[in-house]
């Protein structure tokens, strides 16, 4: 191929930062609620892996481990893999569902945050059973005991915590809290002690929270440049240094999308030359914009203040509004309501709870009983924070690739919410 000629990918022409709301084919989503039931998570795999290339290309030389906890729909740790992706686990359960998809244990990274004994037990179980090749990373130098007193000696690696945090809300910055990762200044001792007790010492890690953003650079700067020192020191050699994720998506319509190549640039700075492989695990970022959480309009009441509008999915379906105070866009994406006039309105769910709220006085076009609403950027911690509150079934997912579509998880029915209820014989 000559200099000159520009590489031209027949598969992505174009690849944009972000996928607004806007941008998804109303037709198409009214007819996946109609033919899947409403509400409906719609995730879309080829924006996923749209997502993963754009990230790769401005990070030639990492390794980008998918944080598993923002969607753990087995297609898209598949398409991840498959893309060139390590999966990260924050339990035991997605290590085993990144195992049961497919994953090959060298690609599989279990962060042991404060982990329960039968986290332990499950994925040593694992490791034993031919998962061989699995990280298991530590934050605390008593769970070197505990895995070796199940008989662990794998591949292992230390959390640190970097004494600098970021975050779009207070509950998702992590890295200046006591209880993630073990003290900086600690560090290097916990590489060599883990090292001399037999473990097979790979990596060091840490994460500073969610929400990387233009504003949070600085912070981001500090983290990897103190990672970047402790390899350097490392009294042990290292495979790799992975500094989190956090990678920040816009969530409102008029907010830029992260400038990736200029996040790129302060991390290869910051880290300065290091002997081994810089791992980024980003959840939010790949999985976002691949999501929308479709929503029918049951009720349209006219209030003093504000028209309110109630959706028969809650808080309890995506909990980000109410759990973060989240913005998440909305479209009405009834057949007709591009003619209709855009009016404020507060979109809330059926849950006995004033957080129940998706949006207070939002201007969107005039809801009718039987819309259907579109929840923009909820493919990540989206159904993963789905819970059966107040006895709601959680809703299905559909996930699409280009023409294709299928189930990836079905609706759950009132009885496999009362599945596991027990007769109590002395009542
Ligand atoms: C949650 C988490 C991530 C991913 O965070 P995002 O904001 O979704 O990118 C990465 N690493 C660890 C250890 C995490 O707990």
Sequence with gaps: MSEDRPEFDCAMPENPEIRRLDE????????????????LYVLDLQRVRENYRRLFAA???????????????????????????????????????????????????YTA????AED???VVGRWEDGADDLTITVGALDTLDRLESRGYDGRLCVRVNPGVGAGHHEKVATGADAKFGVPYERAGEALAEAADRGFDVVGIHAHAGSGISGEDLDSHRELVSRMGDLARDSPVD???????????????????????????????????????????????????????????????????????????????????????????PIRNVAANAADRPAVAQTVTGPICESADVFCTDRSIAECRRGDMLAIGNAGAYG??????????????????DRGQEAVARRRET??????????VEWL
């Design 24 to 39: 998804w084919d109303g037709q198409r989503l009214r007819r996946l609620a109609d033919e899947y039931a409403s509400p």
């Design 59 to 109: 990070f030639p030389d990492a390794d980008v481990h998918f944080a598993a906890k923002a969607n753990t729909a087995r297609p898209v740790l598949r398409t991840l893999h498959s893309e060139g992706a390590g999966i990260e686990c924050a339990s035991a359960g997605e290590a085993v569902r990144a195992l049961d998809a497919g994953v090959p244990s060298e690609r599989v990274q």
């Design 113 to 116: 945050v404060n982990p329960p």
């Design 120 to 122: 332990l037990d499950l």
């Design 238 to 328: 290292l495979e790799f240094v992975d500094i989190g994720g956090g990678f920040g998506v816009p969530y409102r319509e008029d907010e830029d999308p992260l400038d990736l190549d200029a996040v790129a640039d302060a991390t290869r700075a910051a880290l300065g030359e290091i002997d081994a492989t810089l791992v980024i695990e980003p959840g939010r970022y790949l999985v976002a914009d691949a999501g929308v959480l479709l929503t029918t309009v049951n009720t349209v009441k006219p209030a003093p203040d504000t028209r309110v509008v109630g959706v028969d999915s809650g808080m309890t379906t995506l909990l980000r509004p109410a759990m973060y105070d989240a913005y998440h």
């Design 383 to 400: 159904y993963e924070m789905a819970s059966q509150y107040n006895s709601r079934p959680r809703p299905a997912t559909v996930v699409l």
């Design 414 to 423: 009132i009885d496999d919410v009362t599945r596991l209820e027990q007769e």
